[in-house]
Antibody, heavy 117, light 107 residues
């Protein structure tokens, strides 16, 4: 069974940093593109970033470029999102997602990041 | 960025009804479109990808169609578990973008 389990969500002050992790099981992480998608409270879905199977291709939404870094450790079956210079507007549930045919096939349960003083 | 516009934003329907949700892209996206269902407090669930391919395990009452800029999601006979919010998403070009969502409520 495919499982994605996010961790690392927390309350952080504006300007602070946080690292999310996504532990993958039930499949070989190294075979898949992976994404982060976020959802602010009561709002819609927003794509954040993607990384290809070996980490050689990475893309970001303009809203997080230069502040967030996506990475992966295939040996540990784990995806990461390092978030720096956090802003109030980054407050959201962050989902780790496995892609298939450019669709988001499997989603984690989400990690809540709250940016507030 | 490609803008995705769903209509309606909300709809009330009864069990057994046929419901259609539309999604329009601001530019052509071929068939690079997916549909998701989200229930409160839960992660989205993939229903349809490449416009009309049913994801494994999704009931056949769900169907998708369209290409270019206009797409539809149809639920042929609503079941109680179908009341949720539905999103379309384009995967033609970065940044991937979603529609604003359609909330399907019980009449």
């Amino acid at each position: 069974e495919v499982q994605l389990v996010e961790s690392g969500g927390d309350l952080v002050q504006p300007g602070g940093s946080l690292r999310l992790a996504c532990a993958a099981s039930g499949f070989t992480l190294s075979s898949y593109w992976m994404h982060w998608v976020r959802q602010a409270p009561g709002k819609g879905l927003v794509w954040v970033s993607r990384i290809n199977s070996d980490g050689s291709t990475i893309n970001y939404a303009d809203s997080v470029k230069g502040r967030f870094t996506i990475s992966r450790d295939n040996a540990k079956n784990t995806l990461y999102l390092q978030m720096n210079s956090l802003r109030a507007e980054d407050t959201a549930v962050y989902y780790c997602v496995r892609a298939r045919s450019a669709a988001f096939e499997y989603w984690g349960q989400g990690a809540l990041v709250t940016v507030s003083s | 960025d490609i803008q995705m516009t769903q209509s309606p934003s909300s709809v009330s329907a009864s069990v057994g009804d046929r419901v259609t949700i539309t999604c329009r892209a601001s530019q052509g996206i071929s068939t690079w479109l997916a549909w998701y269902q989200q229930k409160p407090g839960k992660a989205p669930k993939l229903l349809i990808y490449v416009a009309s391919t049913l994801q494994s395990g999704v009931p056949s009452r769900f169907s998708g169609s369209g290409s270019g800029t206009d797409f539809t999601l149809t639920i042929s006979s609503l079941q109680p578990e179908d009341f949720a919010t539905y999103y379309c998403q384009q995967a033609n070009s970065l940044p991937y973008t979603f529609g604003q969502g359609t909330k399907l409520e019980i009449k």
